[in-house]
Nanobody, 126 residues
């Protein structure tokens, strides 16, 4: 498993932007597909975006397409989520995830992902 630490959450007005970062421990970062998931109060944790091991493929939930961008820097063992045009419905705890499977597989099976960060709160006010 890999240890994950998220940062960058906070309070922002609707229409604003935030960038989340997730730093991973270990020397094997490039062997993991990475992703972001979120959980709002009273809801299950759901898929936001995933990225393949070398960043060539990305996948997004329909609700964030065109507004969010996932990227990674394997030299820094870090994955990012740039969030633009934020909406109140984006309010949630955002979790970084890592898994040795593919980014496409990760997007479909949150419950079987091997490593999770502790989460960072994103609150969007209207």
């Amino acid at each position: 498993q890999v240890q994950l630490v998220e940062s960058g959450g906070g309070l922002v007005q609707a229409g604003g932007s935030l960038r989340l970062s997730c730093a991973a421990s270990g020397r094997t970062f490039s062997t993991y597909a990475m992703g972001w998931f979120r959980q709002a109060p009273g809801k299950e944790r759901g898929f936001v975006a995933t990225i393949s091991k070398y960043g060539k493929a990305t996948y997004y939930a329909d609700s964030v397409k065109g507004r969010f961008t996932i990227s990674r820097d394997n030299a820094k063992n870090t994955v990012y989520l740039q969030m633009n045009s934020l909406k109140p419905e984006d309010t949630a705890v955002y979790y970084c995830a890592a898994d040795p499977s593919s980014a496409q597989d990760m997007s479909a099976r949150a419950k079987s992902i091997s490593s999770w960060g502790q989460g960072t709160q994103v609150t969007v006010s209207s």
